[in-house]
Antibody, heavy 123, light 107 residues
Framework: QVQLQESGPGLVKPSETLSLTCTVSGVSINSFYWSWVRQPPGKGLEWIGYVSNSGTTNYNPSLKSRVTMSVDTSKNHFSLRLTSVTAADTAVYYC?????????????????WGQGTTVTVSS | DIQMTQSPSTLSASVGDRVTITCRASQTIRSWLAWYQQKPGNAPKLLIYKASTLQSGVPSRFSGSGSGTEFTLTISSLQPDDFATYYCQQCNSYPLTFGGGTRVEIK
């Protein structure tokens, strides 16, 4: 059974860096793309970006200047860094497995999700 | 970016009702559309991909249709477990974008 688990601080100060890790179990992190999605309180879903098993990334242009994603195949996990956070970055952050991706020639959506982790930006 | 617009934003229905949710894309996405169900406090769940293909384990009362810019999600007979928020997502090009969501509530 494939499971994803987000981890990281629940509280980040304004102007600092948000760092989250998603640990994957039940499947190798290889052969898939992995996405981060966030959801501000009471609002809809926003795709942040993806990272592939080889470290290829694609970020949402709205966040591109502040986002870095990476993958550690030896630990079977991938990570998100978001710099210079403000209150607008307060959200539930989800990691998810992509079905397909750019190199596959198709993309069907995200079929496995973590439970989500709440990150609040506040001093 | 491709904008996704869902309607209605809220829908009140009773158990047993047939429910239809519409999703429109700002430009053609062919059949590259996914539908998700999200319950409060939970992560989204993939229901349908490629506009009309049911994800494994999803009940057959859910169906999707459409291509180009207009898509629908239909629940043939609403069950108590179906009261939730539904999102469409275009899978045609990056950045991936979601509709604003449709909340299905008890009438």
């Amino acid at each position: 059974q494939v499971q994803l688990q987000e981890s990281g601080p629940g509280l980040v100060k304004p102007s600092e860096t948000l760092s989250l890790t998603c640990t994957v179990s039940g499947v190798s992190i290889n052969s898939f793309y992995w996405s981060w999605v966030r959801q501000p309180p009471g609002k809809g879903l926003e795709w942040i970006g993806y990272v592939s098993n080889s470290g290829t990334t694609n970020y949402n242009p709205s966040l591109k200047s502040r986002v870095t994603m990476s993958v550690d195949t030896s630990k079977n996990h991938f990570s998100l860094r978001l710099t210079s956070v403000t209150a607008a970055d307060t959200a539930v952050y989800y990691c998810a497995r992509d079905v397909g991706g750019e190199l596959f020639g198709y993309y069907y959506g995200m079929d496995v999700w973590g439970q989500g982790t709440t990150v609040t930006v506040s001093s | 970016d491709i904008q996704m617009t869902q309607s209605p934003s809220t829908l009140s229905a009773s158990v047993g009702d047939r429910v239809t949710i519409t999703c429109r894309a700002s430009q053609t996405i062919r059949s590259w559309l996914a539908w998700y169900q999200q319950k409060p406090g939970n992560a989204p769940k993939l229901l349908i991909y490629k506009a009309s293909t049911l994800q494994s384990g999803v009940p057959s009362r859910f169906s999707g249709s459409g291509s180009g810019t207009e898509f629908t999600l239909t629940i043939s007979s609403l069950q108590p477990d179906d009261f939730a928020t539904y999102y469409c997502q275009q899978c045609n090009s990056y950045p991936l974008t979601f509709g604003g969501g449709t909340r299905v509530e008890i009438k």
